[in-house]
């Protein structure tokens, strides 16, 4: 079964008690040393939605690392609105999620003259000047799941909101450990804007009365990597013998633990929650290594930062709070405060539900 669009997803479990949604603005307060301190967006002009669409919008995206199963679900989004918008796309990625392993990468799509590049930051301000000089040269910067500098790209196309990841991801963990003992997060890289931005929230909720028997222990990184995220969740479990639960907010974390969960003696001990993809988790759902965890369609994502390209480079669009475009199959999107572009809410999956999915 394909995973449904974003109409069919804004349904949530009523114990989420999601809000309404809010600006994502993880990277507001980051600051760019480069010498250029004209905005990507101030690049833009003035939008014109009586623009002729432009045929054979050609893009480059660029996700955190290549190899990622998550990354992958976006980019056949990218491809699947390319292919209905008539275009092209070149996926060109680092091996590794380092703050500056996609500088080349963008440099070298600016040579290649593209209309577009769509990324998703692996550091705000480490990407930042080249995308400027990227935005200088007339190329539309679309940021995508994790964001760069505000001020080097024009829109930001975020999965949902900041504040209800971290509600959610705390909720989770705490439903299952009972209100009560130890927890720890297993990251993705300790520059990575969205996870930053989550670790953040979740913090404040776990500051909240309901949570005063909770006590997070510690964050530990895994750098999306399998092996790297394996071995930490041993070292949690090791260094932390009465350790109850743990947040993976990252598809290759949350994989890595749940594999590690299910052949140890802290099976059905330590419960562990997190984003992941259906196919990556299912077994450990099946097996009762994981009750529950949660994601947005990826796919989704990729496809809605497309559209949102292809507007910029029409000139439907200039990135400003208001802004309004057509997305293909997923409808009509506003862009919002900061140049935000919000995809939805979160799903929760469940032993009840994960056979409905395949992705």
């Given at each position: 079964?394909?995973?449904?669009?974003?109409?069919?997803?804004?349904?949530?479990?009523t114990?989420?008690?999601?809000?309404?949604?809010?600006?994502f603005?993880?990277?507001?307060?980051?600051?760019?040393?480069?010498?250029?301190?004209?905005?990507?967006?101030?690049?833009?002009?003035?939008?014109?939605?009586?623009?002729?669409?432009?045929?054979?919008i050609?893009?480059?995206?660029?996700?955190?690392?290549?190899?990622?199963?998550?990354?992958?679900?976006?980019?056949?989004?990218?491809?699947?609105?390319?292919?209905?918008?008539?275009?092209?796309?070149?996926?060109?990625?680092?091996?590794?999620?380092g703050?500056?392993?996609?500088?080349?990468?963008?440099?070298?799509?600016?040579?290649?003259?593209v209309?577009?590049?769509?990324?998703?930051?692996?550091?705000?301000?480490?990407?930042?000047?080249?995308?400027?000089?990227?935005?200088?040269?007339?190329?539309?910067?679309?940021?995508?799941?994790?964001?760069?500098?505000?001020?080097?790209?024009?829109?930001?196309?975020?999965?949902v909101?900041?504040?209800?990841?971290?509600?959610?991801?705390?909720?989770?963990?705490?439903?299952?450990?009972?209100n009560?003992?130890?927890?720890?997060?297993?990251?993705?890289?300790?520059?990575?804007?969205?996870?930053?931005?989550?670790?953040?929230?979740?913090?404040?909720?776990?500051?909240?009365?309901?949570?005063?028997?909770?006590?997070?222990?510690?964050?530990?990184?895994?750098?999306?990597?399998?092996?790297?995220?394996?071995?930490?969740?041993?070292?949690?479990?090791?260094?932390?013998?009465?350790?109850?639960?743990i947040?993976?907010?990252?598809?290759?974390?949350?994989?890595?633990?749940?594999?590690?969960?299910?052949?140890?003696?802290?099976?059905?001990?330590?419960?562990?929650?997190?984003?992941?993809?259906?196919?990556?988790?299912?077994e450990?759902?099946?097996?009762?290594?994981?009750?529950?965890?949660?994601?947005?369609?990826?796919?989704?994502?990729?496809?809605?930062?497309?559209?949102?390209a292809?507007?910029?480079?029409?000139?439907?669009?200039?990135?400003?709070e208001?802004?309004?475009?057509?997305?293909?199959?997923?409808?009509?999107?506003?862009?919002?405060?900061?140049?935000?572009?919000?995809?939805g809410?979160?799903?929760?999956?469940?032993?009840?539900?994960?056979?409905?999915?395949?992705f």
């Amino acid at each position: 079964m394909k995973f449904p669009r974003q109409h069919a997803l804004r349904v949530l479990l009523t114990a989420l008690a999601l809000v309404a949604a809010l600006a994502f603005v993880a990277c507001g307060e980051t600051n760019d040393d480069s010498d250029d301190s004209s905005s990507a967006q101030s690049q833009e002009g003035a939008a014109n939605p009586d623009a002729a669409i432009k045929k054979g919008i050609k893009t480059v995206s660029i996700p955190k690392q290549l190899g990622n199963p998550y990354e992958e679900f976006e980019h056949s989004g990218i491809d699947e609105a390319l292919e209905q918008l008539g275009g092209s796309n070149r996926i060109n990625g680092p091996t590794d999620a380092g703050a500056s392993t996609q500088i080349p990468i963008i440099n070298a799509a600016v040579q290649q003259k593209v209309d577009a590049i769509i990324i998703a930051g692996n550091d705000p301000n480490a990407v930042a000047p080249a995308l400027k000089q990227a935005a200088q040269r007339g190329v539309k910067v679309v940021g995508m799941d994790s964001d760069v500098a505000p001020d080097a790209r024009s829109v930001f196309v975020n999965q949902v909101t900041t504040q209800l990841v971290g509600q959610n991801q705390v909720e989770s963990i705490a439903r299952q450990i009972d209100n009560k003992g130890e927890i720890a997060i297993l990251s993705a890289t300790a520059n990575a804007t969205n996870q930053n931005a989550w670790i953040k929230v979740m913090k404040e909720e776990l500051k909240k009365p309901k949570y005063k028997d909770i006590k997070l222990v510690k964050v530990a990184y895994g750098d999306d990597d399998d092996q790297k995220s394996f071995q930490e969740t041993q070292g949690l479990l090791q260094a932390y013998p009465n350790l109850k639960g743990i947040i993976s907010p990252t598809t290759v974390g949350i994989a890595a633990a749940a594999r590690y969960l299910s052949s140890s003696k802290y099976k059905g001990k330590v419960e562990l929650t997190g984003l992941g993809t259906p196919n990556q988790m299912r077994e450990f759902v099946e097996d009762g290594t994981v009750a529950s965890f949660a994601l947005w369609n990826p796919g989704d994502l990729g496809y809605l930062a497309t559209y949102a390209a292809a507007a910029l480079v029409n000139g439907d669009i200039s990135g400003e709070e208001g802004d309004s475009f057509e997305a293909g199959d997923l409808g009509e999107f506003e862009v919002g405060a900061d140049g935000v572009v919000l995809l939805g809410e979160p799903f929760t999956f469940t032993k009840d539900n994960i056979g409905d999915f395949d992705f």
